[in-house]
Each structure stands twice: as C-alpha cells, then as structure tokens.
C-alpha cells in the first residue's frame, strides 16, 4: 500500500528521525532532486541542513510521517547568530574532527567537497539581513509528498512557532535554478531579498511584525 496525502501525518521531529531525515536530505540536495549520485558522502548535506536542527533546536523542527516512514521535514532556527554559535561550540567539531578539509582550491574539489569546506567554515550571515528576518527554516519534502499541501503545512507549522516564540522575520535559501521551490515560498508569503554576493542561492524572505 503506497502513502496518499491523506495518509501523513505532522508531528514533532526527534533524534531517532535523524536516519530519515539525512536520507530526504541526500534526496533532495540537488536543487530539490536526489543528489545520491552528486555526493560520496551521502550525510554530508544532512549534516548542515537537518541534523543540528533536530538534535539543537527540536521545538521548531517537524517531520511528514507516513505508512512508508518519514518523507518529509521542516526545521527552523529562532536566532541565526545563536543558532550558529550553537553549532560552532556542540555540532561541527566532532565532524571537523572526522571530515578532512577540501583545502581551498575549488577546482579541485570532488563530490561533496564542497559540503566538507563548509562543515570547516564558521557560518554567517549579513547584519542587515538578520537585523529584520533573524530567524531561518529549511524544508524538504520527497516527490511523493508534494503537491497536497503537506510542504505548506509543514513550513507554516514552523513558521508559526517561531513567530510565537517572538521571531519578528524568517529568512531562507534557495538554489536560484530550483523555480518550483521559489514560486512555493512566494505562495507562502516569502519575497526575494537581494544579495549581490549570493550568486547561486535565491534568498527569500517573510516580516512577521510591521
């Protein structure tokens, strides 16, 4: 028996999801299509994308259950400055200690080389971006969960509690060739905001205050 949209059910993402959610993940790293064949580390994307949300920030992460497991997830963090300092001091140097750097030669990186240099790489983002949209949530979904209203659902779960717990703006990133993914969020409220230095990633963005 295969999963209908009827069939999902939202509930809050815990520590033993970790498997399900690194493989939707994988799954989904490649501009929304599977990225199996692009990554030699398949727990390289969901090391910085999932995994320190569920494990840091449980109270706004959310995962799509079904009769089939886990399809999809939503996770969110209230204060990106925090969060990221979070991650720096209890998620990134056990992998920093595992994963070898790329070194800095772009040319010469392979498969999920690029994944590696930023799991080495302290994660920031612009002061005028967070000053309004301090808050950020990923979602992923696979293709068999799309189109029934399940990703809004989960984005806006999400969303919700972050503005419950005092957010006053959300911000995201999206691969600029992914259309579908940018018209979804722009279907949620989300606008684009322009950064020159953000070549390959679309950001978009929600104000929850005035």
């Not at 309004?132 to 919700?160: C, D, F, K």
Request: negative net charge; proline residues 6%; hydrophobic residues 35%.
């Amino acid at each position: 028996m295969t999963d209908t949209p009827r069939a999902y059910n939202l509930r809050q993402a815990h520590l033993s999801d970790l498997p399900a959610v690194y493989s939707i993940c994988l799954k989904t790293a490649n501009s929304g299509l599977d990225g199996t064949d692009i990554e030699d580390d398949p727990d390289a994307p969901g090391h910085l994308y999932v995994g320190p949300y569920v494990a840091l920030e449980p109270e706004h992460a959310v995962v799509l259950d079904g009769a089939s497991g886990v399809v999809g997830y939503a996770v969110g963090a209230l204060d990106t400055v925090s969060f990221y300092h979070r991650m720096e001091r209890d998620w990134l140097p056990v992998l920093r200690g595992r994963i070898r750097h790329p070194g800095t030669d772009e040319a010469l990186w392979q498969g999920s080389d690029r994944r590696r240099s930023q799991i080495h790489q302290r994660r920031t983002a612009p002061a005028a971006l967070l000053e309004r949209y301090p808050s950020h949530v990923h979602i992923n979904l696979l293709s068999e969960a799309r189109g029934g209203g399940w990703g809004r659902m989960a984005l806006e779960t999400v969303m919700q509690r972050l503005e419950d717990a005092g957010s006053p703006g959300v911000h995201l990133g999206v691969g600029r060739t992914n259309e579908k993914a940018q018209a979804f969020y722009r279907a949620l409220g989300l606008q684009e905001y322009p950064l020159a230095e953000e070549a390959d990633t679309v950001i978009m963005v929600k104000r929850f205050l005035p």
